[in-house]
């Protein structure tokens, strides 16, 4: 970038934040009503027409070393993780999430909005409030599709035009391996946010026609640059805070240049007023900074980096959740259909890719890297299996909804992260995450001024016992799919654990095929549990599902802002973002950030008299 685009000093609505909810939201007003002025602020840069944001599988490039798309955060160790540290990264671009994500369409289960509406008094904000915004923003191309999808929106949704071979034998060797879960029709639709315990293919937030990411700028952003002159966008700049006036009414936003983009730009620190609202849509890290460096927050916390508090509200930054994810690679066929040239670049990978990108619209280039799997919710002799303290959880969380699962796994079509520590070949990934993590987390600003300054980042990785049988069960239960699969050549012994040579659980390094299909379940002993949880420990990370840090409950829980996205204690100020749920949702983030803003567009069209957005 060589210099920002000059803004005017001042907007009706100005937005903080440029990630999918963000687009959402500034899309649908600025649409609506051409005389409303809307400015998005975005740390990040435009992804406009770039292959890394419009080429389905240029996703996995953004997790690269030295990627300027995404941000990571670095978390305090962690004893229950033996010590170590894990990072988070979440996108930094225009899109945020949407514009870098590995494309999955997955939804919640209809009882997560409703615990949103009744456990957490959000009137409005349930199931069959939200399911018709999820139609709304969706053109749904999956053949069958039924009720709660939507057949006219701005973003496409498909099952791509690729299927690995991998991820056939993975649905062929589950749905016989565990009859019990493959009873359902292979067209059962597990994104109608009923159906569970299904193996099936993913559908992808992929255009079927032109095989491209369908992400928010390019359907409703960009397309506004010549139609809606009132809708502008900044990139490369931080939102440091908030301004407000005499009254605590939110007047405007301070922001600087990011030295990343702009290394020769000036570092002073510039103002832009909003006149009827200021929107905070950073995410679950950049929106509860914004809250703290504008002195919303808690007490001990803004003190101890020479924040003044505006407003003493403890919930800002607490409540942190994501997705405990574990994944397990295995040597696959030299004839397998895998991503791993690409993912490695070998030969030239990307660059082919690149070239027959788009050609048939059915090539490996256009398919979104995961494939297929199974939302999981264990029957009553697994539920066994789970440990006392996972029982006490069930009992409290999902008994009484049976629509609610407790595992995701899912299949991969490559080497998913840890390349350097094997040699190049071909792989598959099966990624296992516990859908509903009980322990909680914390992200707090550690600096008053600086916006690339390290946060305090508690992420609450295994913090709760409840929270490590089920990703252990599941990684014993995905591995006896693995090893039956025909492109099954054996397990890499650095990326699995040390269990016992000559063992029951001992590792298969080499393999000239799949075990048989009949071959007993291995039993695992006490010492191999032991050996199990610890490299879990030594290896759970991130889903890139970061939410719940300005969670929408009462104050007096814990809550940031108000069923209708305002701010407790201040006026003309509300949230919109990932940062609002208060609880976890069993599904990717992006579609749920999605309906967010859709949500959101609608309450402030409402509070504004603009029609058409509803």
């Not at 069958?144 to 099952?159: E, K, R």
């Not at 299927?163 to 749905?175: C, G, I, K, P, S």
């Not at 670049?345 to 050609?359: H, R």
């Not at 949230?575 to 859709?598: H, K, M």
């Amino acid at each position: 970038m060589s210099s920002p685009t000059v803004i005017d000093e001042e907007y009706d609505i100005i937005i903080a934040g440029g990630g999918t909810a963000a687009c959402v939201i500034a899309g649908r007003l600025a649409a609506a009503d051409g005389s409303l002025r809307v400015l998005l602020l975005e740390a990040g840069p435009t992804t406009y027409n770039d292959p890394a944001h419009t080429q389905s599988l240029r996703c996995l490039s953004h997790i690269a070393p030295g990627s300027r798309t995404v941000r990571a955060h670095i978390s305090q160790p962690s004893a229950a993780l033996g010590g170590r540290t894990t990072t988070v990264a979440c996108g930094q671009c225009l899109g945020g999430g949407g514009s870098v994500n590995f494309m999955a369409y997955v939804r919640p289960s209809a009882s997560d909005y409703d615990d949103w509406e009744t456990v957490y008094r959000n009137p409005g904000w349930g199931s069959k409030d939200l399911i018709p915004f999820l139609k709304k923003i969706e053109t749904y191309q999956v053949p069958g599709g039924g009720p709660t999808h939507g057949t006219d929106g701005p973003l496409a949704v498909s099952l791509s035009g690729f299927f690995t071979d991998l991820a056939e034998q993975f649905l062929q060797v589950a749905r016989t391996l565990d009859p019990d879960r493959a009873q359902k029709p292979d067209d059962a639709d597990l994104n109608d946010l009923e159906t569970i315990n299904v193996y099936a293919r993913w559908p992808k937030w992929i255009n079927d026609e032109t095989g491209t990411r369908s992400d928010v700028p390019h359907n409703m952003i960009y397309p506004l640059k010549y139609t809606r002159p009132n809708l502008h966008f900044l990139t490369g700049v931080h939102v440091k805070h908030i301004t407000f006036d005499d009254e605590n009414h939110a007047t405007g936003v301070a922001y600087t240049l990011n030295p990343l983009f702009y290394p020769d730009g000036p570092g002073d620190t510039r103002t832009v007023r909003g006149t009827k609202l200021v929107l905070v849509s950073a995410g679950a890290f950049g929106s509860p900074a914004i809250l703290e460096r504008s002195g919303i927050g808690a007490k001990d916390v803004l003190e101890r980096v020479g924040v003044k508090q505006r407003v003493d509200l403890p919930g800002v930054g607490e409540n942190y959740q994501d997705h405990n994810n574990f994944d397990h690679k295995y040597f696959a066929a030299d004839e397998a259909q895998s991503l791993d040239a690409i993912l490695r670049n070998m030969e030239g990978g990307i660059d082919a890719a690149a070239t027959e990108f788009g050609k048939t619209k059915k090539e490996i280039s256009t398919q979104g890297a995961l494939d297929a799997g199974i939302k999981w919710r264990p029957k009553p002799s697994e539920l066994e299996e789970l440990g006392p303290e996972f029982q006490e959880y069930w009992d409290s969380h999902f008994a009484n909804a049976p629509d609610k699962p407790v595992l995701r796994i899912g299949m991969f079509s490559g080497l998913f992260e840890n390349l350097t520590a094997v040699p190049p070949r071909k792989y598959f990934t099966l990624a296992i995450y516990t859908e509903y993590p009980l322990a909680r987390g914390h992200v707090h600003i550690m600096h008053a001024d600086d916006v690339s300054a390290p946060v305090d980042f508690v992420p609450g990785f295994f913090e709760s016992k409840a929270d490590v049988k089920p990703l252990t069960w599941g990684y014993k239960f995905a591995r006896e799919i693995a090893r039956r699969m025909p492109h099954f050549r054996g397990e890499p012994p650095v990326l699995h654990p040390p269990f016992a040579p000559g063992g029951p659980a001992s590792i298969i390094a080499h393999a000239e095929g799949p075990i048989p299909f009949d071959a007993p379940r291995i039993v695992y002993s006490e010492e191999d549990e032991r050996v199990l949880e610890a490299f879990a420990a030594a290896n759970v990370g991130t889903a890139y599902h970061s939410l719940g840090t300005c969670a929408m409950k009462p104050r007096e829980q814990g809550g940031v802002v108000d069923p209708r996205l305002n701010v407790y204690g201040v006026r003309g100020l509300k949230v919109a973002d990932l940062s609002i749920p208060p609880s976890n949702v069993s599904a990717n983030t992006y579609g749920t950030a999605l309906v967010i803003g859709e949500k959101a567009a609608a309450i402030i069209a409402e509070e504004l008299g603009i029609k058409g957005v509803v």
